[in-house]
């Protein structure tokens, strides 16, 4: 495992998700509450830095890539898990 800094953010990936299911830039900005230059600012950080395109964009849409597709949905998994871990540490307290 790791033992050093993943180079992306939990965040990163909720926009990506966002993005991926929404097919719009400005439409998922809305829905994780932040500018759209924002979202589009960290979803290319993580394009970076996973060294892969994961959407198309012109001008009137936003398709997901080939290559991006299966990083997208390995990203609601981690992002399901995420969840899990804070669930189950919450009922930890209880």
Do not use: N
Request: aromatic share 6%.
């Amino acid at each position: 495992m790791r033992s050093g800094p993943y180079p992306f953010t939990l965040r990163q990936l909720q926009y990506v998700v966002a993005v991926a299911e929404l097919l719009s830039f400005r439409r998922a900005a809305e829905r994780c509450h932040v500018s759209q230059p924002s979202l589009s600012t960290q979803v290319a950080q993580l394009e970076d830095a996973l060294g892969v395109v994961l959407f198309e964009r012109d001008q009137r849409r936003v398709m997901v890539t080939s290559a991006g597709a299966p990083l997208i949905e390995r990203a609601k998994v981690i992002l399901r898990e995420s969840e899990d871990l804070l669930e189950r540490a919450t009922r930890a307290m209880d």
